[in-house]
């Protein structure tokens, strides 16, 4: 059974930084490309920023050079450290593992306060 579970969301003022953490299970997960993706209220679901099993990452224009995604194979773990959060950066975060097949964790939320 796969298994992505997320943490590290909260409440943080604008400026303030969040590390977000998903734990997978279930998949090989060195294999897999991980992702993070935000949803808005109101708005799609959009990709923040990914990484390759070879470590090659790629981010939203909106978040580049304020957010860094990060992948810890022998931990099953993939992290997204957001620095200088903004209002806009507020939705649901959600983990993404994709291998042929994705999977999805349940989100954890994040609100930036002005």
């Known amino acids: 059974q796969v298994q992505l579970v997320e943490s590290g969301g909260g409440l943080v003022q604008s400026g303030g930084s969040l590390r977000l953490s998903c734990a997978a299970s279930?998949?090989?997960?060195?294999?897999?490309?991980m992702g993070w993706y935000r949803q808005a209220p109101g708005k799609q679901r959009e990709l923040v920023a990914s990484?390759?099993?070879?470590?090659?990452?790629n981010y939203a224009d909106s978040v580049k050079g304020r957010f860094t995604i990060s992948r810890d194979n022998p931990k099953n773990t993939v992290y997204l450290q957001m620095n200088s959060l903004k209002p806009e950066d507020t939705g649901v975060y959600y983990c993404n593992s994709r291998f042929g097949v994705d999977y999805w964790g349940k989100g954890t939320l994040v609100t930036v306060s002005s």
């Open positions: 990484i390759t099993r070879t470590d090659t990452t």
């Open positions: 279930g998949i090989i997960f060195s294999l897999n490309t």
